[in-house]
């Protein structure tokens, strides 16, 4: 059997598998919508339809190199900025950061971050369905790549590969008013009138780990838990700590990625140079991300909004913020609290 069909043949045994396991389930079998999207139970999280091919063939057919980097997240905890500054980090020597040299030759400036470190599950295995493989061969050493898929349903080969995974984590309550402020730039929802009763009822989805990728507190206490154990594995970032003290959590970065600042490269300001190049403001008024789409539902700009710690307080009511918080109870029973966000309402 060709390389291709044996692969393939895998994807479907695995698709199989999982239909079965979901019949005997008790929990809802049939599709949610999200936002116009409908979504399913898979796995234990909740995979959009839109990739329920993607996932599969990413976790049947994706070979995990040692020197990979891969950058996991929820949506809307600050996988855009990552990608930009691990991009930026690991390709300093080749694009230069100083503003010695022409800055407008970054690939930063050209491309949306999201088109310098793919996504398994959208791009890279986006065209499946017409049996189209990817050629990652073509992807210059060490291959960035991005995951928003639980560490429970990664492919073995990253677990087991010398390959390092960074992970962002963000607060529950930023985490849910930034997903309900993007989801209404999606085309298909720029005519809904968003109304308390409608937070409301999103709200009790979010809580419940009804939303793309969720359960919330599986999917951070999944990767905080390898970190804790294989801390030269996962590297776990907060979006509120690289927020207050970016510095110190890109020297973490670089180190962990191993492409450390040099001496010399501190001394002529490279960290700060990379931290104002990758800035919200920076970014947001490049031309690549002011226009165009990254996503055919979606256009670019919706990726950058305020990144402000605790936005939250100016959309939720008491009740509302009171009910998300409940979720940081469920880590603390696991142990985890974050570090850079203390939660208090
Ligand atoms: P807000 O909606 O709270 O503003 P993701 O990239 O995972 O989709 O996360 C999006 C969130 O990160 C948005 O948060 C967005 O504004 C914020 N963000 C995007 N780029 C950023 C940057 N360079 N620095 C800080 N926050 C950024």
Redesign the pocket.
Same mark, same amino acid.
């Given at each position: 059997m060709a390389t291709s069909e044996a692969t393939n043949t895998k994807t479907q045994e695995l698709l199989e598998e999982e239909s079965k396991k979901l019949e005997q389930l008790t929990l809802p079998k049939d599709q949610i919508m999200w936002f116009e999207y409908p979504m399913q139970l898979y796995q234990g999280f909740w995979r959009l339809n839109m990739i329920s091919e993607m996932v599969p063939a990413f976790q049947t057919q994706f070979q995990a190199l040692d020197t990979d980097i891969i950058l996991a997240?929820l949506? %809307?905890? @600050?996988?855009?900025?990552l990608k930009?500054l691990l991009f930026t980090i690991v390709n300093r020597k080749k694009f230069s950061v100083s503003v010695n040299t022409s800055i407008s030759q970054h690939p930063i400036h050209t491309q949306n971050p999201h088109e310098l470190v793919l996504h398994f599950e959208f791009e890279v295995y986006k065209n499946i369905h017409r049996n189209d493989q990817p050629d990652l061969t073509k992807i210059p050493i060490p291959r960035l790549f991005a995951t928003h898929i639980p560490y429970s349903s990664v492919p073995e080969s990253i677990k087991t590969s010398q390959c390092r995974i960074v992970y962002i984590g963000r607060n529950p309550l930023?985490n849910f008013?930034?997903f309900w402020?993007?989801c209404l730039q999606f085309d298909e929802c720029k005519s809904i009138k968003p109304s308390m009763e409608m937070m409301e009822e999103y709200i009790g989805m979010y809580c419940k780990g009804v939303f793309p990728f969720g359960p919330y507190e599986d999917h951070l206490l999944g990767y905080w838990k390898e970190s804790m154990q294989n801390p030269q594995k996962v590297l776990f970032l907060e979006?509120e700590g690289l927020?207050k003290e970016p510095k110190m959590q890109l020297k973490r970065l670089a180190e962990f990625v191993g492409f450390p600042f040099s001496e010399e490269e501190e001394k002529g300001n490279v960290i700060d140079e990379i931290i104002e190049l990758?800035?919200?403001k920076s970014?947001k008024e490049m031309e690549v991300n002011k226009n165009g789409k990254f996503y055919p539902w979606v256009e670019n700009k919706a990726?950058?909004? %305020? @990144?402000?710690v605790g936005?939250w307080a100016n959309y939720l009511t008491p009740s509302m913020a009171k009910q998300i918080d409940e979720m940081q109870e469920k880590l603390k029973k696991d142990g985890f609290s974050f570090t850079y966000y203390q939660g208090n309402l």
């Open positions: 997240s949506p %809307k905890t @600050g996988t855009t900025w930009s930023d008013i930034s402020h993007f979006y927020k990758c800035s919200l970014l990726l950058f909004r %305020k @990144g402000e936005d």
